[in-house]
């Protein structure tokens, strides 16, 4: 009896020990550009990407459900067939998440209105903690960074001239739908106060922490400081972006997703703005700052070439990139940002 209670004491403090020691967390956002049907061979890329990454979680962006076949389904299979275990749910939403750790919940934060954009919310538990992950794919319309660059983000037609005032970029930038989303994540994670907030996804927006007096005579800014609305707003709430909590110099880290060099696709078909360099960073994963979790650290994943003026151009910034293995599935980069839980 006693060599039995002895050794449920062991055991006991075994595994008291381990949570103790705490958990790393890799945490992916990705952009997959219709479900990786714009590249060739790029489905099958997306699945090598996640396995050789191997992030704890996934937050994917441009999720179509392509001829009623669920994407969800189809990628966990693929993984499945690589020898990576993950979980993850269907979503009529433009959007998905996978987890390594089983989903508890998962349900539409903010349902897409007509091309206006969606936040989609999961609860996962982690080494005894309680993780809400969001993964979001903001309102593309309204595109308004394009503006001081000399291009309209409604048409994307060349304009006159650019459009340098901050006041109306700001302004043109509100008549999108992001920043209503944002403002409803918000809202909704004020009731998740005490657990772990997740955000990653595709903002169709850069960062005001990008956009300063820094960086105004740069990347054909031409002299034009913007607080962008949803990174404020994040800020303001108490949020952290992870990129540039861990690099916050925009000048010499500068981070950009888009729009990023693609081998499988001429350079027509990745730029918008082709006479402009139309370079930002618009994919991010933010977190809500805990005790009882740190950033460790971020990266991009990608290609180091981006589009410049229409050319495919090689970054000469201090970013560091973890290359594609081969196919390289979308024309955005995706973002990685490593956690260590309590």
């Known amino acids: 009896m006693l060599r039995i209670q002895l050794t449920g004491i062991l055991i006991w403090l075994c595994v008291s020990a381990a949570c103790a020691k705490g958990v790393t967390i890799k945490v992916l956002q990705m952009n997959i550009w219709q479900e990786g049907t714009m590249v060739k061979g790029g489905f099958e890329a997306i699945a090598d990407e996640v396995s050789r990454l191997e992030p704890d979680i996934v937050m994917f962006s441009e999720v179509r459900n392509y001829h009623g076949e669920m994407f969800i389904s189809r990628i966990l299979h693929a993984l499945k067939e690589r020898g990576k275990m993950y979980y993850g749910e269907n979503s009529p939403l433009d959007i998905g998440i996978l987890s390594k750790y089983p989903i508890e919940e998962q349900a539409p934060n903010c ?6 954009g969606s936040v989609l919310k999961a609860r996962i538990r982690i080494n005894g903690q309680t993780v809400v992950v969001y993964s979001a794919h903001l309102d593309y319309t309204h595109y308004a960074c394009y503006l001081p660059r000399g291009y309209s983000g409604v048409t994307w037609k060349k304009l006159e001239a650019p459009v340098t005032n901050g006041i109306e970029v700001e302004k043109a930038n509100r008549e999108s739908m ?36 820094k960086t105004k005579d740069l990347w054909d800014h031409h002299g034009t400081v913007v607080r962008w609305d949803c990174s404020t707003m994040l800020m303001e ?25 693609n081998k499988g696709v001429s350079e027509q078909k990745l730029s918008w703005a082709p006479e402009s360099d139309e370079r930002d960073r618009i994919d991010f994963i933010y977190y809500m700052p805990s005790k009882r979790m ?5 990266v991009i994943i990608g290609p180091s070439q981006s589009i410049v003026r229409g050319k495919r151009t090689k970054e000469n910034s201090r970013d560091w990139f973890i290359e594609p293995i081969d196919v390289w599935p979308t024309d955005h980069k995706a973002v990685m940002a490593t956690f ?3």
Do not use: M
């Open 111 to 116: 349902p897409s209105e007509k091309d206006a």
């Open 237 to 261: 709430a108490g949020f952290k972006d992870a990129y540039r909590t861990k690099y916050p110099n925009p000048v010499t880290h500068p981070g950009f997703t888009f729009p990023s060099d």
């Open 340 to 342: 260590y839980i309590k």
């Open 178 to 213: 992001r920043d209503e989303a944002i403002y409803h994540f918000i809202e909704d994670s004020k009731k998740e106060k005490g657990n772990i907030i997740l955000l990653g996804g595709d903002f169709n927006e850069p960062s005001h922490l990008d956009w300063n007096e």
């Open 294 to 298: 740190k950033l460790k650290d971020a």
